[in-house]
T-cell receptor
Framework: GAGVSQSPRYKVAKRGQDVALRCDPI?????LFWYQQALGQGPEFLTYFQNEAQLDKSGLPSDRFFAERPEGSVSTLKIQRTQQEDSAVYLCASSSMGRTNTEAFFGQGTRLTVV | AQSVTQLDSQVPVFEEAPVELRCNYS??????LFWYVQYPNQGLQLLLKYLSGSTLVKGINGFEAEFNKSQTSFHLRKPSVHISDTAEYFCAVSEPGDDYKLSFGAGTTVTVRA
């Protein structure tokens, strides 16, 4: 597709359930990012991939959060044993450049609600 | 580490009036600066960016921003807004050493009224 695609758009999970959020970046984009946007806040950095290598995961809030990009294209953000504080919009972005984040293209996000 | 403060959470404005959205950042080093816009039900879209050079930056849709190093500010302006400018606007910074990582402000919701 022409842009960054995320699925599902909406996800409701019961507390304690595991979830997997998918991101399809723009074809050929080297860099991929995940951000978390809580209600009324700006996005916060979670993790960064360059191709299949996860170069920075310093923003992941706990060891329940795990991201992968095994073939350097599609990425999955997995959250284990979801908690209410995990409710947020999860944004994926991709960029054609390596470490120079001069323009990142964002998907529409996945809205996760933990009940 | 950088922090970004957007001083106004909500800005109502009449159509064809000017608008200014304020952004201040705190950083001890040089930064890259960005403004993103999020229209309803859409992803974040880059409006403009400052990397170096001229402090007045022009972006898409008639927006411009001015980098002021002494005041650590990067305010966004548009001389005449349209109904279609109704959206949420985010200021963001990154540092050249970690330039893949954006730190965002909390956002400013602009509502344009006829």
């Amino acid at each position: 597709g022409a842009g960054v695609s995320q699925s599902p758009r909406y996800k409701v999970a019961k507390r304690g359930q595991d979830v997997a959020l998918r991101c399809d970046p723009i074809s050929g984009h080297v860099s991929l990012f995940w951000y978390q946007q809580a209600l009324g806040q700006g996005p916060e950095f979670l993790t960064y991939f360059q191709n299949e290598a996860q170069l920075d995961k310093s923003g992941l809030p706990s060891d329940r959060f795990f991201a992968e990009r095994p073939e350097g294209s599609v990425s999955t953000l997995k959250i284990q044993r979801t908690q209410q504080e995990d409710s947020a919009v999860y944004l994926c972005a991709s960029s054609s450049m390596g470490r120079t984040n001069t323009e990142a293209f964002f998907g529409q996000g996945t809205r996760l609600t933990v009940v | 580490a950088q922090s970004v403060t957007q001083l106004d959470s909500q800005v109502p404005v009449f159509e064809e009036a000017p608008v200014e959205l304020r952004c201040n950042y705190s950083s001890s080093v040089s930064v890259y600066l960005f403004w993103y816009v999020q229209y309803p039900n859409q992803g974040l879209q880059l409006l403009l960016k400052y990397l170096s050079g001229s402090t007045l930056v022009k972006g898409i849709n008639g927006f411009e921003a001015e980098f002021n190093k002494s005041q650590t500010s990067f305010h966004l302006r548009k001389p005449s807004v349209h109904i279609s400018d109704t959206a949420e606007y985010f200021c963001a910074v990154s540092e050249p050493g970690d330039d893949y990582k954006l730190s965002f402000g909390a956002g400013t919701t602009v509502t344009v009224r006829a």
